[in-house]
């Protein structure tokens, strides 16, 4: 294969939406064009760069370009090509994304109408190339809403969730259900409408001759003792319409650079698709696993081709040797599982929804998603659930969670709506959407649940009631159930058996996975308490949440001003449109702080108050018996807010992250108390059995009052207990003191605390904070105190991050704290201690 990029040197130009396909005499002689720069491309960049439009991010600039959605928008690439592509047997022209309705001219031809940006348009291209002088390829692509009218959505309108819908603000758009784009582009509570456009992936011209290896499938069928049997499939394209060829295969499979294993076949290949199979065991296999539970080796697996004529072909895929399972076997009288095991190990499933990192979704870097999937290991996760809404992410974001071990849930991108497929076009769109995915996906061993949506088959009963399945109607308009019971499990079935998949989310009932929402279900006073997740008796939470704020310097940055006024239609926009004064009535709550707070105190207790929803739920939902996995939502942001999320757009911590890195801590301490009396949850989510001694009962803030109990630990890998004290919480005073346990012989287990309700409820004195410099040269810090301390947090320049903050330290507890991405060694100078006081 000869492969020749078309990624860079694009130029762009705008036309109104009447300069339709027919338009293109006069677009080749249109003369104000300008430069679009690389691929991928969201009309909105070049307009951002070169200063036609405002950074739609900041501020309310949004709004000011909503016109891109009134315009057609022409790419045009100039390029050459060799004599060697040319004399190939098919030269393909594939462009990764399209966003969305796109025609598309090579030299003058039309080469057809693309309209999804869910699947890649590839054409052969071979005799419309010009060898001997230059190519001019012309792309019109528009956002697609002209395409369809209120009339076409009729059957379905009052079925699509918009923010609009309910009083929140001018987002969202009932059309949105017939374009196959990413749907959170017309606004969702957590990003505001900016309806993308472009040319949203890569493009390239692929030359084949004599045959072409089409894809490259290893399964893993079983797990034996030191030994993996698992199947190689490779489809083989011969070009030759009416014609046969003698082919030697040879296939090579190497770990770590090395070949461990290498087989060759003499096959006769006959003309169009050949499969061919390997079924091979391996010896000492290197398995990959799930971060946290051991290694992810990538094993290099290449098909090479040589035909009679000494053509030679080759394709290669990287990826692991891991069984999946989705176990919803019975367990007695406590009903099914919801379960995944991975190499015949049960996990729990510990992590965050994923959403777009971007608004404009086509402009998320390489080096974006690396950090954002290394902060999501650093802080203990080992699962992302793929949220329906958003895009499916460039392959390189799946090859980051290959490498850190972060499992991902990936839904279909559909979500909250009735979806046409009563209409044989869409199914036909769906249907090769999902074949392309699915052989897109199945090589990545992060990848271990495919979901056929999200809150489409659940909701539809509650948005449509629940007669709607039993009338004719269901007859005109399956809304998305025939695609979800019937298209997708087939296509999956066919691509990818080993991956296990679920029609929905939330799906199963008790038995299945859950949206668990208190916040969005109470009033004010009921949505800002934290024991409303003691209760979550659910198999798997898929997603709940709770809205903080970003840290300052993100807060100036995106309101475009020092001077942020909370009052502001700025403010409101880059507000949560859930949020709904929740925050400064939950600050009022916990620290008695209400009119005429400031900025900065707004910002640190809303983030206080942020992490302690999250992280008190987290550990209801990993001490609960049948419980085997809780994902935030969100984990990451589109655009920057008071939101949902742990990370905001610029990749800052918000004071939250802390909070739940804590709760996805490996071994974890968990008080609670039951029935008037002390409980302690121990977790151990490691290989290992975990063995300490542990110190328990009750302080004082001063550290002068003790009543401390003794016991030996010992707590099988993957498990967890409880133990029921004799310890009884009334007779104890909990505004001058807090029920504490800690592993007295073991550092990297953190001390768990359990104090009154709120903040103001306690005699907080001023704590002595003191830091020393343990080692400089790996930049390793303690703190310590001589009193309870809330909130320690430090005063550190912004480019430098420490390994924790913003928890709260014991009487006479030390913590040591390591110094991440810094820029220059720090002395105990640079580190100034601080916790919240009242």
């Known amino acids: ?15 109104p939406l009447y300069y339709d396909k027919g338009s293109y005499g006069d677009i080749i002689r249109e003369e104000q064009w300008i430069k679009a720069g690389s691929l991928p491309c969201d009309v909105r960049m070049p307009l951002t760069d070169q200063g036609y439009i405002k950074e739609p991010l900041v501020s309310d600039h949004s709004f000011d370009s909503e016109w891109i959605e009134d315009r057609s928008w022409w ?89 609009y819908k309910g009083g929140r603000g ?40 004599g045959t072409a290896v089409r894809s490259i499938y290893l399964r893993t069928l079983r797990l034996k003792k030191n030994t993996a049997d698992i199947r190689i499939e490779a489809q083989i394209e011969n070009l030759g319409v009416i014609s046969t060829t003698d082919a030697e295969i040879i296939l090579e499979i190497r770990l770590r650079g090395e070949c461990i294993y290498t087989e060759k076949r003499d096959v006769f290949i006959t003309s169009g698709h050949n499969y061919i199979e390997f079924d091979i065991t391996l010896k000492e296999p290197s398995l990959w696993w799930p971060s ?153 061993p992060s990848v271990v649940l495919l979901c056929g949506n999200n809150e489409c088959q659940g909701h539809l009963i509650t948005y449509m009631g629940k ?31 080993d991956i296990p998949y679920w029609n929905s989310s939330p799906y199963g009932g008790r038995y299945g996975d859950m949206h668990y ?36 310097d993100s807060v100036y940055k995106y309101y475009g001003s020092k001077d942020p ?47 302690k929803m999250l992280g008190h739920a987290l550990d209801s939902m990993r001490i609960a018996e049948n419980n085997h996995g809780a994902l935030i939502w969100s984990y990451n942001d589109s655009w920057v807010e008071t939101g949902w999320s742990i990370i905001d757009y610029y990749l800052r911590r918000k004071i939250s992250w802390y909070f739940v890195k804590r709760a996805f801590a490996p071994e974890r301490i968990v008080l609670r108390e039951k029935e008037r009396a002390l409980e302690i949850n121990i977790l151990n989510d490691t290989g290992e059995v975990s063995h300490f001694f542990i110190e328990y009962g009750y302080i004082s803030l001063t550290g002068s009052k003790k009543n401390i109990c003794k016991a030996e630990i010992n707590i099988q890998p993957y ?52 830091i020393s410099v343990i080692d400089p040269s790996q930049d390793i810090f303690e703190i310590s105190t001589d009193k309870f301390a809330h909130g320690v947090h430090f005063g550190i320049d912004e480019d430098i991050i420490s390994s924790d903050e913003y928890f709260d330290l014991l009487p006479g507890e030390k913590r040591k704290i390591r110094i991440q991405g810094r820029k220059r060694k720090i002395t105990a100078a640079d580190v100034i201690p601080r916790s919240v006081m009242l």
């Open 1 to 15: 294969m000869i492969e020749l990029d078309l990624k860079n040197n694009w130029e762009l130009c705008w036309k």
């Open 75 to 163: 790419f045009k690439k100039v390029f050459e090509v060799s004599g060697e592509m040319i004399s190939s047997d098919i030269c393909e022209l594939v462009i990764e994304g399209l966003d969305i309705h796109a025609d598309l001219f090579l030299n003058g031809i039309y080469l057809g109408h693309h309209s999804s940006a869910m699947y890649p348009f590839c054409k052969d291209v071979k005799d419309h190339l010009i060898s001997n002088g230059t190519n001019l390829l012309i792309i019109r692509v528009t956002t697609g809403t002209e395409y369809f009218s209120d009339l076409d959505i009729s059957l379905a309108k009052d079925y699509v969730s918009c923010e």
């Open 170 to 209: 001018p987002r969202g758009d009932n059309r949105r259900a017939l374009l196959r784009k990413p749907q959170y582009v017309f606004g969702w509570d957590w990003s505001p409408r900016i309806v993308s456009c472009g040319i949203t992936g890569t493009a390239k011209i692929r030359s084949y001759k």
């Open 292 to 444: 946290g539970m051991g290694t992810q080796d990538l094993y290099d697996v290449k098909i090479i081709v040589i035909t009679e004529n000494g053509d030679h072909e080759k394709a290669s895929i990287k990826t692991g040797i891991r069984t999946i399972e989705l176990d919803t076997q019975k367990t007695g009288d406590q009903g099914r599982l919801f379960a995944l095991v991975i190499n015949g190990r049960r996990i729990f499933c510990k992590g965050g929804n994923w959403i777009p990192a971007d608004a404009i979704y086509a402009r998320v870097t390489d080096e974006k998603y690396g950090i954002l999937v290394d902060e999501a290991r650093e802080a203990g996760f080992n699962m992302l659930r793929m949220w329906g809404g958003g895009a499916y992410e460039r392959e390189y974001f799946y090859d980051c969670c290959d490498r850190n071990g972060i499992l991902i849930w990936q839904d279909l991108n559909f979500s909250c709506a009735a979806y046409p497929d009563e209409l044989e076009w869409f199914k036909d769109e769906v249907i090769s959407e999902t074949d392309h995915l699915t052989k897109r996906l199945r090589n990545h």
């Open 467 to 497: 007669n709607y399945f039993k009338e004719d109607n269901y007859r005109y308009s399956p809304a998305g159930t025939y695609i979800y019971n019937k298209t997708i499990p087939d296509i999956i079935y066919k691509n990818c058996p």
């Open 517 to 552: 929402w208190p916040f969005l279900e109470n009033d004010l006073e009921g949505r800002i308490d934290p024991k409303l997740y003691d209760g979550c008796d659910y198999r798997f939470v898929s997603e709940f949440g709770f809205p903080g704020c970003c840290i300052k």
């Open 565 to 611: 006024d909370m009052g502001s239609t700025v403010w409101r926009h880059h507000t949560n449109t859930w949020e709904k004064d929740t925050l400064a009535e939950a600050i009022k709550k916990e620290y008695g702080k209400g009119t005429g707070i400031s900025i900065d105190e707004y910002l640190l207790y809303s983030g206080l108050i942020q992490g």
């Open 719 to 770: 498990s967890k207990i409880k133990i029921k004290t004799d310890i009884q919480t009334a007779p104890f005073d909990m505004r001058s003191g807090v029920f504490y346990a800690k592993a007295v012989d073991s550092e990297s287990i953190l001390p768990a605390s359990l104090r009154a309700d709120e903040i103001r409820q306690m005699d907080l004195g001023l704590p002595d904070l003191r």
